[in-house]
């Protein structure tokens, strides 16, 4: 168990809906990280966030969104979805987001999108 | 393009046997190579490398670097049924970022 919390676990829904993605760091880390791990494109970096502010971005597309909260939980917010965003979404934390500084998942959402 | 490539990428062995897994890179930035292990679900880190030539240990489990010829190697010596899993290869580059770019993964079965 790394410390980092999702929620939920897995989330079937529909072409075209919304859904929000959760998470909670490690106690201590200020930095968040979310990634997107399908069978074709295998693990992709999508955003990270350092203390409440955006601190790279990766492919993450304009339907998608992310926010970290004063608490330092993170959430990843999913519009407009399609069959293709069915995938394994991880969060990961850290303590600096910087430098050799290493990251732990958490368990993962497992989103399916029909 | 930064990119990672990991070979090879998928690998059947016998217990007790050593494998070898390969990662090499080509990135803009670098400042460190990770492993990890991905067993049913979240990747669980196994080493960091930052400095060429500097062989990291953890049990069975070896990995070297070589920054002049980007690439890094993992070697499992011993096998064991649980050593089977994916195992990733990432770049983490220098600034003021924890980006991590994957490799595509090579996965290790180990026969009884």
């Known amino acids: 168990d790394s410390g980092v919390t999702q929620t939920p676990k897995h989330l079937i829904t529909a072409t075209g809906q919304r859904v929000t993605l959760r998470c909670s760091p490690r106690?201590?880390?200020?930095?968040v990280y979310w990634y997107q791990q399908s069978l074709d494109q295998g693990l992709q970096f999508l955003i990270q966030?350092?203390?409440?502010?955006?601190?790279a971005k990766g492919n993450i597309l304009e339907r998608f969104s992310a926010q970290q909260f004063p608490d330092l939980h993170s959430e990843l917010n999913l519009s407009s979805l399609e069959l293709g965003d069915s995938a394994l979404y991880f969060c990961?934390?850290?303590?600096?987001?910087?430098?050799?500084?290493?990251?732990?998942f958490g368990p993962g959402t497992r989103l399916t999108v029909l | 393009e930064d990119k990672v490539v990991q070979s090879p990428l998928s690998l059947v062995v016998h217990e007790g046997d050593t494998v070898t897994l390969n990662c090499s890179y080509e990135?803009?930035?670098?400042?460190?190579l990770l492993w990890y292990k991905q067993e049913k679900k979240a990747p669980t880190f196994l080493f960091m490398l930052?400095?060429?030539?500097i062989e990291k240990k953890s049990g069975r489990l070896s990995s070297i670097l070589d920054k002049k010829e980007l690439f890094s190697i993992l070697n499992i010596t011993a096998t064991q049924t649980g050593d089977s899993a994916v195992y990733l290869c990432?770049?983490?580059?220098?600034?003021?970022?924890?980006?991590?770019?994957f490799g595509q993964g090579t996965t290790l079965q180990v026969k009884p």
């Open positions: 106690s201590g880390d200020l930095s």
């Open positions: 990432a770049v983490l580059f220098s600034g003021n970022t924890g980006k991590l770019i």
């Open positions: 966030y350092y203390n409440g502010e955006e601190r």
């Open positions: 990135v803009t930035n670098f400042r460190s």
């Open positions: 930052t400095s060429s030539g």
């Open positions: 990961a934390s850290s303590v600096r987001g910087t430098g050799p500084d290493t990251q732990y």
